[in-house]
């Protein structure tokens, strides 16, 4: 019996005993660095929280902890205390701003499938736990097209790409979901992928940077995009990253706040294909185990 079966029969038993309540699982990527994609995890969780939801990131973005730094942060544990080390679920969650629970991952993705059975068992009936404790996890990856990233993404029900208009950033966005699309065990039917474009100077230009990537990846890749919203270019936003701060925290007002608060509304109010979607967290590892195994 290989990883992805233990953890459907350990869900399964888990489902028997306790219905699950599921929280909606939302994957944020990138093609390339330097897009702003931590700043849009960071940025939306502020306004969940604003908007009465229970929100956790997962920084999966191995080596960087970007959210961490940008919430001014330093974990005293992460998921590998969580598998080898004892610590329970609620042990690992560090909190930000606002209650916004955080988890650093703490250790490499690959070596989730590589766990001994009750490791296993021990981390799904633990992580299940988030379910309970969120009404949203946000996934941050890393950005490009490494292992790590396509196998979250093609985990994930719900996946935001961000982007910005210059031809490198819709070149490597591509570069993204052809590596996806071309998977032969990508669900294109089961992965909702939502874009949203960065440092745009006036809606024509984020639309127009949409419609690009969209043309394309409907003419050879036989897919399909959901524009989620854009944010615009912005100092005042430039200066917080800059300075490692939270713009809709310290500027709610500001222009590129206002954006993702319009991003984040449009998120959690898509309609029906996507509340329907709500998977939980421990689905998410079981799709991603499942795909590392073959």
């Known amino acids: 019996m290989d990883q992805a079966e233990r953890l459907r029969n350990v869900i399964?038993?888990?489902s028997v005993r306790t219905p699950l309540k599921n929280a909606r699982v939302l994957t944020i990527t990138s093609g390339k660095g330097g897009v702003g994609k931590s700043n849009t995890a960071v940025n939306m969780a502020v306004w969940l929280r604003r908007m009465?939801?229970?929100v956790i990131i997962f920084d999966a973005d191995l080596g960087l902890a970007n959210v961490e730094v940008m919430f001014g942060a330093a974990p005293q544990y992460n998921l590998s205390d969580l598998i080898y080390h004892g610590k329970s679920t609620r042990e690992i969650i560090s909190q930000g701003p606002l209650e916004i629970g955080f988890i650093s991952s703490g250790l490499g993705i690959v070596g989730l499938n590589?766990?001994?059975?009750?490791?296993?068992?021990?981390?799904?009936?633990?992580?299940?736990?988030?379910?309970?404790?969120?009404?949203?996890?946000?996934?941050?990856?890393?950005a490009g097209i490494s292992d790590s990233v396509l196998e979250f993404v093609m985990a994930s029900p719900e996946v935001l790409l961000i982007l910005t208009p210059e031809p490198s950033s819709l070149t490597d966005s591509y570069s993204l979901l052809k590596a996806l699309y071309r998977n032969a065990i990508f669900s294109?039917?089961?992965?909702?992928?939502?874009v949203a474009v960065n440092k745009v100077n006036s809606i024509a230009e984020g639309r127009l940077a949409f419609e690009k990537l969209n043309s394309v990846v409907t003419q050879f890749l036989n897919g399909e995009l959901t524009f989620l919203g854009m944010m615009p270019q912005d100092q005042q936003m430039e200066n917080a990253v800059r300075n490692q701060k939270i713009i809709s925290l310290i500027k709610p007002n500001a222009a590129s706040s206002k954006a993702f608060q319009a991003?984040?509304?449009?998120y959690l109010n898509g309609g029906q294909e996507t509340i329907s979607m709500h998977k939980g967290i421990t689905q998410l590892i079981i799709n991603f185990l499942s795909r590392v195994g073959n």
């Open 263 to 266: 991003l984040t509304s449009n």
């Open 12 to 14: 399964k038993q888990k």
């Open 188 to 194: 294109k039917e089961r992965v909702k992928i939502n």
């Open 114 to 142: 590589y766990l001994s059975r009750d490791q296993v068992t021990y981390l799904v009936h633990s992580l299940a736990e988030l379910d309970d404790l969120a009404d949203v996890i946000i996934v941050d990856t890393g």
């Open 52 to 54: 009465g939801k229970r």
